[in-house]
């Protein structure tokens, strides 16, 4: 349901961690009220409203998604409660922004989809790495063919700090986080960029898992997973996703070899694509003057002004608000079925580690 231009879209912000603040200086840079935000707690939703300048804190999360006062919710919790929440405020008619991944189960993950495309509800997940400039510049040089067929997919995501057998988080349990964790948490990232750049689909797949011993000896979920993969398209690739990689923080490198350029992309320098060829190489600097539409249009700062994360996030917002003013394209950030393909992924790559097979990708 498209909301008129004049309403203010208010929005509210379930989960006051890591995530929760970005999302809310996204909210804000879109000029949107914040209408209030919840915790695990009363007690900690009013120290985070306090500290972060929000005026409402809501006793409890559920009481936030179906509140007469909020348009917008963004859900920023563990991974455990995102399909509760989310389908309690798809029932009571908001529009749902939902970190990932959606769910912990695929049949939760596709009957969320469902319910959100049935909904009439804006329902979109922040794979915000779409949202880099050079990313998108990557895909439209696939998209109008600059790059050839595009032949070989390789790269990796990689992170320390579950190096230590000391280190742990909700992530590592598997009630909280769900059966998948580094997979879950930032190999879905690594496909669904990939699969958005190249326009393959990733459709058969095996992996490796490994978990590390950690302190207490509780059952933990995989710290690394190594995955050979095709696409629909005959592509073939590999990915390397890790949290116990020293000295790698947010390491998500790409590259897409086609049968003109090679293009490589690394969110941790964002501001220039690696474009090779079999005469110069070069690599391409973020300047809105001379990219493609799709990637000017996220480029807002101009070039050599380092634009980066939070830029992706307060593009993606001013996405999700224009779809639900019925302005932009419908389509044009992560939807909730995007979301659920990345759930059906990872849990082909448990199956497959599990039992040491190839496995297709519904
Ligand atoms: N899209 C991205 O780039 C990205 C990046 C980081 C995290 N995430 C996702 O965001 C989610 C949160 O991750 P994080 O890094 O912010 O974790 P975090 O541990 O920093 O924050 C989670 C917060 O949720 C709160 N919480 C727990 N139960 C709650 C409840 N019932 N209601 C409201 N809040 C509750 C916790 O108190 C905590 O503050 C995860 O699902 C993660 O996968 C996405």
Redesign the pocket.
């Known amino acids: 349901m498209a909301q008129s231009q004049a309403s203010p879209l208010r929005t509210a912000i379930?989960?006051?961690?890591?995530?929760?603040r970005?999302h809310l200086d996204a909210v804000r840079r879109s000029g949107a009220p914040v209408a209030g935000i919840?915790?695990?707690t009363p007690a900690?939703a009013k120290e985070a409203a306090a500290a972060l300048g929000v005026e409402r804190a809501f006793d409890?999360?559920e009481e936030l998604v179906t509140s007469d006062d909020v348009d917008v919710v963004h859900i920023?919790?563990?991974?455990d409660?995102?399909a509760p929440l989310a389908e309690l405020a798809l029932r009571a008619g908001k529009h749902v922004v939902c970190?990932?991944?959606l769910t912990t189960a695929p049949a939760t993950a596709d009957a969320l989809a469902a319910l959100a495309a049935a909904s009439g509800s804006v329902a979109a997940v922040?794979?915000?790495y779409r949202y880099h400039p050079m990313a998108a510049e990557a895909r439209s040089r696939v998209l109008d063919g600059r790059a050839g067929d595009v032949r070989l997919l390789h790269g990796h995501y990689l992170q320390d700090w579950l190096s230590e057998p000391g280190d742990t988080?909700?992530?590592v349990d598997q009630g909280a986080g769900g059966p998948s964790r580094a997979f879950a948490?930032i190999g879905s990232?690594w496909c669904d960029l990939v699969e958005w750049v190249t326009g393959h689909r990733i459709s058969e797949l095996t992996a490796v898992s490994s978990t590390v011993d950690r302190d207490g000896g509780r059952p933990a979920t995989e710290d690394a997973v190594q995955l050979l993969l095709r696409t629909d398209r005959g592509a073939i690739g590999s990915v390397t996703v890790s949290q116990i990689s020293p000295g790698r923080k947010n390491r998500l490198w790409f590259e897409v070899d086609g049968s003109r350029t090679s293009l490589a992309f690394d969110q941790e320098n964002p501001e220039s694509l690696f474009v090779g060829s079999r005469g110069e190489n070069a690599a391409v600097l973020r300047d809105p003057a001379t990219l493609s539409p799709a990637a000017a249009r996220l480029s807002v700062l101009p070039g050599g002004h380092p634009m980066g994360y939070l830029d992706c996030f307060a593009a993606f917002v001013r996405d999700v608000h224009a779809a639900i003013r019925g302005e932009g394209p419908a389509d044009a950030f992560p939807s909730f079925a995007d979301a659920a393909r990345m759930v059906r992924l990872t849990d082909a790559v448990l199956r497959s580690a599990a039992d040491r097979t190839w496995k297709e990708v519904a």
Not at 14 to 20: E, K, R, Y
Not at 76 to 79: L, M
């Open positions: 379930v989960g006051a961690g890591m995530i929760g970005v919840s915790a695990s900690r409890s999360s920023c919790t563990p991974n409660l995102h970190e990932k991944p922040p794979f915000v988080n909700w992530r948490d990232h």
